[in-house]
Structure formats: structure tokens, C-alpha cells
């Protein structure tokens, strides 16, 4: 018998669950907050995040669905993330409600929107680290026959950071003093850093 359990995905994996989401992980979570055209704001947590480049800083989040973060940020071309904190994963969770377009999710989970400074959406006032961004381009995923898919891929270029001065330690972030929250598992599963360690990249 072998050691490696093996599926082709097309032909399905033969679990109780998608392993996918559990293997790739933890995931920091992309806490998206957006305004509508109208005005109105968005708060919504994304599954699928991620950091693309460093110089310029580049991120991105994909929506399963064109949702309303989506259609927000094509409008107004900002949006901005916030570092979802141990603390704020209740908030956070409940801001993933899937409510009316008309909806403010900041005033649903009891958040403060602070004003953004390059941009004109808020940012959450409790959250450790925020990042605005201005858009770059919003992709539509397709599959290997390029069959389009309904998941939005939207990336930013970071035009400003909010940091909370009692995270910066002798001029550095401290992550695990952040305590940032990242999807690890299955729909209810959740992790925050543990021990860390460190290693200095070989030199050529």
C-alpha cells in the first residue's frame, strides 16, 4: 500500500471533504473593506489572499461570486485591507453575513471606519495594519479549457499603511504581537501564529 493518497481532481478526491482548502494553509485572510459608488461601505473577509510583490507592493484577493467588494472596487478603483486579529475575529466573522448590497458591515459587527488618507475608503480602526490600495486590474478566472469561471481575481498597488504604534518594536512590526487570524482547514477552522523562528537566506 502506499504512503501518498493520490486523486486526480477532475475525477474527484474520494473524501468526506476537499482536502484543497486544508492543505493549502494557514492563509491570512483578505479583510476587504470597499465603498459603493453611493457611499455605501463593505466589509467583507476573503479566503483566498495573498502578496504578489514587494517593490512596488502589490496584493490581491479572489471572490467566489462577483460580490459586492468586486463590483465596489471596478467602480472606484480603492479598497483596503485589514490585518483580521484574534481579537477582531468575531467582528470579522461577522461581517461575512451575506447581507444586502445596501448593508454597512462596519456598523454590523461594531467596527469603527477610520478615514483613509490616499484613498476614500475607511479602514478598520481596530485592526493593527491596514493597507490601501489603489486598483490594478480585476481578472476573471478561466479553467484549462478557458472556460470562464465565477471567480473575480482583483489586485491592488499599496498607496499607504496604517500601523498602530504599540505594534512597531524598535522600528519593526510585531506580527506575532498582532496576533493576525488565518483560514487553516476545513469552513469553520481557523489558526494564529504560533512559535516562530528564523532563517537567513543562503548567500550565492
Not at 469561471?149 to 519593526?172: S, T
Request: charged share 20%; net charge negative.
Amino acid at each position: 500500500m502506499s504512503d501518498t493518497y493520490f486523486y486526480d481532481p477532475a475525477a474527484g478526491h474520494g473524501l468526506p471533504h476537499d482536502p484543497f482548502k486544508a492543505i493549502v494553509a494557514p492563509r491570512l485572510i483578505g479583510w476587504i473593506s470597499s465603498r459603493s459608488p453611493e457611499g455605501v461601505l463593505n466589509l467583507a473577509p476573503y479566503s483566498f489572499f495573498g502578496a504578489f510583490s514587494s517593490f512596488p507592493s502589490i496584493i490581491g484577493f479572489s471572490s467566489e461570486g462577483r460580490k459586492d467588494s468586486i463590483a465596489n472596487i471596478e467602480a472606484t478603483g480603492e479598497f483596503v485591507w485589514n490585518l483580521a486579529s484574534r481579537p477582531l475575529a468575531e467582528q470579522m466573522n461577522r461581517s461575512s453575513a451575506p447581507v444586502a448590497a445596501d448593508v454597512d458591515e462596519f456598523a454590523l459587527s461594531g467596527l469603527t471606519p477610520a478615514p483613509g488618507r490616499n484613498v476614500a475608503v475607511p479602514h478598520v480602526a481596530e485592526s493593527p495594519a491596514a493597507l490601501e490600495c489603489k486598483l490594478l486590474q480585476v481578472i476573471r478566472l478561466h479553467t484549462l479549457d478557458g472556460t470562464p469561471m465565477d471567480n473575480w481575481l482583483a489586485l491592488g498597488q499599496v498607496v499607504g499603511v496604517h500601523i498602530q504604534q504599540r505594534f512597531l518594536k524598535d522600528g519593526l512590526f510585531d506580527t506575532h504581537g498582532a496576533q493576525p487570524i488565518m483560514r487553516a482547514g476545513y469552513r469553520a477552522d481557523y489558526a494564529q501564529i504560533g512559535e516562530m523562528f528564523q532563517m537567513v537566506r543562503p548567500k550565492a
